[in-house]
Nanobody, 114 residues
Framework: QVQLVESGGGLVQPGGSLRLSCAASRSIFSINTMAWYRQPPGKERELVAR???????NYADSVKGRFAISRDNARNTVYLQMNSLKPDDTAVYYC????????WGRGTQVTVSS
């Protein structure tokens, strides 16, 4: 069973940036689509961004133009570069496949506040 470990979260001021990482316990080369999700306080988990094996990406409207997802198959890692952060981006961030193939990791907390 694959384990996913998210890291890179923290407290940041509005307008700031963070880079999240998601390390998988085995190769992700054969996985077509990896994704980042987030769960804001008191709300349901939502899809933020997806990336295919070929590098095609798409984003939720709320983060389009500010976030960038990437993957490094050699390192079994998926990244989420988050720029121009807003208080509404505050959430626990998770990674998984686009169809939730693996158990959820613990996530990484992102708090955007002045």
């Amino acid at each position: 069973q694959v384990q996913l470990v998210e890291s890179g979260g923290g407290l940041v001021q509005p307008g700031g940036s963070l880079r999240l990482s998601c390390a998988a316990s085995r190769s992700i080369f054969s996985i077509n689509t990896m994704a980042w999700y987030r769960q804001p306080p008191g709300k349901e988990r939502e899809l933020v961004a997806r990336i295919t094996r070929g590098g095609n990406t798409n984003y939720a409207d709320s983060v389009k133009g500010r976030f960038a997802i990437s993957r490094d198959n050699a390192r079994n890692t998926v990244y989420l570069q988050m720029n121009s952060l807003k208080p509404d981006d505050t959430a626990v961030y998770y990674c998984n496949t686009d169809n939730i193939s693996f158990p959820w990791g613990r996530g990484t907390q992102v708090t955007v506040s002045s």
